[in-house]
């Protein structure tokens, strides 16, 4: 079992009232097959280019997380997390596929799949019609997800293995420093909008909700990754 204590207390409470799903998630085939360097390079270029995409929109996400912040701190820390998105994670995939002869302009022209829409839009909408919370709630199952996996994989993966830089990338300390500061982040906005007792809050089934839908679509962008083209 992966220790994510240091990720803070809301999303552990989340995470625990969806376990099956959670493990379906952060354990599915697709993660386990680069763990294990099984992984068709093919389906992992093509999860890349989608990734990719899905940054982008996701950069857009955190952005829209400044202009709801209540605060300096706030604003600080989502500000960090969009500068690591932009500038260190996207530049993983660009030079991957470029290593690969995917340019960056033809990684941008990328037909955006079906599920990596919904789940961009989702979180996006998220953010459109709530508050702060709302929107944080349903971006934090990637920023945990991807720290656990990182874990989880480094603790089974061999150097020799050819997604190894990948793995490297969530299992770093600067990545799992991103994890426990937004998980700090996480914990102080639930408290200062919900309350010490935020499961008792009424809007903490929303939050729920949120999450576990925010898992199952990433579920959905595992599944969409193994299929053949």
Same mark, same amino acid.
């Given at each position: 079992?992966?220790?994510?204590?240091?990720?803070?207390?809301?999303?552990?409470?989340?995470?625990?009232?969806?376990?099956?799903?959670?493990?379906?998630?952060?354990?599915?085939?697709?993660?386990?097959?680069?763990?294990?360097?099984?992984?068709?390079?093919?389906?992992?270029?093509?999860?890349?280019?989608?990734?990719?995409?899905?940054?982008?929109?996701?950069?857009?996400?955190?952005? *829209? !997380? #400044? =202009?709801? @912040?209540?605060? &300096?701190?706030?604003?600080?820390?989502?500000?960090?997390? /969009?500068?690591?998105?932009?500038?260190?994670?996207?530049?993983?995939h660009i030079k991957t596929c470029k290593d690969e002869g995917i340019s960056e302009e033809q990684l941008f022209n990328t037909l955006e799949d079906v599920n990596n829409l919904a789940y961009t839009r989702f979180v996006?909408?998220?953010?459109?019609?709530?508050?702060?919370?709302? *929107? !944080? #709630? =349903?971006? @934090?199952?990637? &920023?945990?997800?991807?720290?656990?996996?990182?874990?989880? /994989?480094?603790?089974?993966?061999?150097n020799d293995n050819p997604y190894i830089s990948w793995i490297d990338t969530y299992h770093s300390k600067e990545y799992q420093d991103v994890c426990i500061n937004i998980g700090s982040l996480l914990d102080k906005a639930t408290e200062e909008r919900l309350g010490k007792g935020f499961v008792n809050n009424t809007m903490w089934p929303k939050l729920e909700k949120t999450f576990l839908t925010a898992t199952k679509l990433e579920i959905g962008f595992w599944e969409m990754s193994l299929r053949q083209e």
């Amino acid at each position: 079992m992966i220790k994510t204590d240091n990720y803070g207390i809301v999303f552990n409470k989340l995470k625990s009232n969806i376990l099956d799903d959670w493990q379906q998630y952060t354990k599915h085939t697709f993660v386990k097959s680069i763990g294990n360097a099984s992984l068709d390079r093919k389906l992992y270029i093509k999860y890349l280019k989608q990734d990719y995409i899905f940054l982008i929109h996701f950069s857009r996400a955190w952005a *829209l !997380l #400044v =202009a709801k @912040s209540n605060s &300096v701190n706030e604003m600080r820390i989502a500000s960090a997390t /969009l500068n690591a998105l932009v500038n260190e994670e996207i530049q993983l995939h660009i030079k991957t596929c470029k290593d690969e002869g995917i340019s960056e302009e033809q990684l941008f022209n990328t037909l955006e799949d079906v599920n990596n829409l919904a789940y961009t839009r989702f979180v996006l909408e998220a953010g459109y019609s709530g508050d702060f919370l709302d *929107l !944080l #709630v =349903a971006l @934090s199952p990637c &920023v945990f997800g991807y720290g656990e996996i990182g874990l989880y /994989l480094k603790s089974i993966s061999k150097n020799d293995n050819p997604y190894i830089s990948w793995i490297d990338t969530y299992h770093s300390k600067e990545y799992q420093d991103v994890c426990i500061n937004i998980g700090s982040l996480l914990d102080k906005a639930t408290e200062e909008r919900l309350g010490k007792g935020f499961v008792n809050n009424t809007m903490w089934p929303k939050l729920e909700k949120t999450f576990l839908t925010a898992t199952k679509l990433e579920i959905g962008f595992w599944e969409m990754s193994l299929r053949q083209e």
